[in-house]
């Protein structure tokens, strides 16, 4: 028979991803982070384990979102939060409006227009 492994008991993150990016200035050891996010969507928020464990994401918005990392045996957990900040350079067709403001005035059938 081959030889039994130990199950980690290491609960950590390599990476945090927001949309697809990996966020700026990750440090596995820190555990809050502000993140700017387009205001009008949710963002997608991916954790990848570092050693073999389980994540799970919180996501709502606005707000914070909580990524929860356990570790591989199960006896330990943290978890990391992002403090979610309306970043109004963003559009909700994922261009940016290249240095001009755009004010939210989150009013109802009320049409904004960027121009050039």
Same mark, same amino acid.
């Given at each position: ?19 697809? !990016? ?35 994401? $919180? ?18 957990? !943290? ?10 350079? $963003? ?26």
């Amino acid at each position: 028979m081959g030889d039994l492994v130990a199950q980690s008991n290491v609960a950590s993150l390599s990476s945090i991803d927001v949309n697809g !990016k990996p966020l700026a200035g990750f440090d596995p050891s820190t555990t809050s982070y502000s993140v700017g996010v387009n205001p009008t969507r949710v963002p997608l928020i991916t954790g990848t384990a570092a050693s073999n464990g389980s994540v799970s994401v $919180q996501t709502p918005m606005p707000g914070t979102a909580t990524v929860t990392v356990t570790s591989e045996d199960g006896s330990t957990t !943290k978890t990391y939060t992002l403090s979610l900040v309306p970043d109004t350079t $963003q559009t909700s067709n994922g261009r940016g409006l290249e240095g001009r403001e755009l004010a939210l005035g989150f009013q109802r059938n009320k049409e904004v227009t960027v121009s050039k």
